[in-house]
């Protein structure tokens, strides 16, 4: 069955930086691309970005553009989210999700900044 | 890429139906029939009620419909339980990216 399994809760001090992974399994890895939805705490979902699996070309959100970047394991079929010069509002679950017709989420990833 | 519109807060009681609006634009809800809505819980992953405008994944049950009309998607939630008692948000496609909607607490009376 598909599975997105994503790396246990982060924290870390402002400016320093955070790297999340997701490890897909159940499906071929390169057939979908990944997306990457943060929430906030008591706040909606906002949609981050993508990364296409089969060449590995991201895009990103207007408000996720310089500090964040996506990349790729494929031969782990794996996907990173890292977020460099933390910021407290940074902190957020972050979960990634399997793109097709019906997404499919990761558990989410929480990653809080303070000091 | 703005968010889509959603009323904040939406209230019925057990039995009755509840219906969440979902507004965007030509350039998203308006073009493509690729609006998906979730049901999330406190302290829960969201969970796929309807995806592609109006298909109810395997699970889900009929009480969720959903709909489109021009630039404006919809859910429709029948026989109100107390368990859909949650947040609920659509997304759709924008042409190479997505954009979420701001999110409507159901209220179960």
């Known amino acids: 069955q598909v599975q997105l399994v994503q790396s246990g809760s982060e924290v870390k001090d402002p400016g320093a930086s955070v790297k999340v992974s997701c490890k897909a399994s159940?499906?071929?890895?390169?057939?979908?691309?990944i997306n990457w939805v943060r929430q906030a705490p008591g706040h909606g979902l906002e949609w981050v970005g993508w990364i296409a699996t089969n060449t590995g070309n991201p895009t990103y959100a207007q408000a996720f553009t310089g500090r964040f970047v996506f990349s790729l394991d494929s031969s782990i079929s794996t996907a990173f989210l890292q977020i460099s010069s933390l910021k407290a509002e940074d902190t957020a679950i972050y979960y990634c999700?399997?793109?097709?017709?019906?997404?499919?989420w990761g558990q989410g990833t929480l990653v809080t900044v303070s000091s | 890429q703005s968010a889509l519109t959603q009323p904040p807060s939406a209230s019925g009681s057990p039995g009755q139906s509840v219906t969440i609006s979902c507004t965007g634009t030509s350039s998203d809800v308006g073009t493509y029939d690729y609006v998906s809505w979730y049901q999330q819980h406190p302290g829960k992953a969201p969970k796929l009620m309807i995806y592609?405008?109006?298909k109810r994944p395997s699970g889900v049950p009929d009480r969720f419909s959903g709909s489109k009309s021009g630039n404006t998607a919809s859910l429709t939630v029948s026989g109100l339980q107390a368990e859909d008692e949650a947040d609920y948000y659509c997304t759709s496609y924008a042409g190479s990216s997505y954009v979420f909607g701001s999110g409507t607490k159901v209220t179960v009376l």
């Open positions: 159940g499906y071929t890895f390169t057939s979908y691309a």
């Open positions: 592609e405008v109006n």
């Open positions: 999700v399997r793109d097709s017709a019906a997404w499919f």
